[in-house]
């Protein structure tokens, strides 16, 4: 008996790796007042990435917490983009405003890992930039507002395509003439 409950283990397959790891960042109950009464939901702020350079987030609600999770992670697909990692950290300092938060994002050594609070060390951590340095600048303790300043500091990086590429032949110096 006990070699085919081993076979029959054996014949299951495997589940797979997801491509995108998830982050439940907020999870709030919220309630809409109505006519007929008090409509409780839940709001989910879901993040997710690949921790090599594609990441987005998401928010919505739902009946409950699952079915939010859910409907947030499928917006998070569709806000989906890559962030630049140049020799292990972000091209350049970077500033970003939205509402009252401020989030300045700044390279930073190879091995310092990344050196941030709160909403934006996890954005930071979940697209995969090993090294950064960064900094909610005012007084604002509102997640939402710093995912989105982050977000938006994250699509000001501009990287130049090479400018130089190499020669198909080599090019041959000309001598000035002698007149």
């Given at each position: ?32 007042v ?16 690949d921790?090599r ?6 928010v919505?609600?739902?009946k ?6 859910n409907k ?39 091995g310092s890992?990344?050196i941030?609070?709160g909403?934006?060390?996890?954005v930071?951590?979940?697209a ?7 900094k ?14 982050t977000?938006d500091?994250l ?9 130089f ?15």
């Open positions: 008996m006990a070699k085919g409950k081993d076979k029959n283990r054996s014949n299951k397959p495997k589940a797979e790796k997801p491509e995108f790891d998830q982050q439940i960042l907020d999870l709030a109950r919220v309630t809409r109505t006519k007929g009464g008090k409509q409780m939901s839940f709001r989910a702020t879901v993040l997710i990435g921790h350079g594609r990441v987005g987030f998401g919505d609600k739902g409950d917490v699952q079915m939010a999770v947030a992670v499928n917006q998070a697909h569709k806000t989906l983009f890559s962030v630049p990692i140049i020799r292990e950290t972000v091209p350049h300092a970077v500033m970003a405003k939205y509402g009252a938060a401020k989030v300045l994002i700044q390279p930073a050594p190879r890992g990344i941030a609070g909403a934006v060390r996890v930071l951590e979940i995969g930039v090993p090294n950064a340095s960064a909610i600048l005012g007084r604002t303790g509102n997640k939402m507002n710093n995912i989105k300043a977000f500091a699509h000001c990086f501009k990287v130049k395509a090479k400018v590429k190499p020669a198909e032949k080599p090019v041959e110096k000309k001598e000035p003439a002698i007149v």
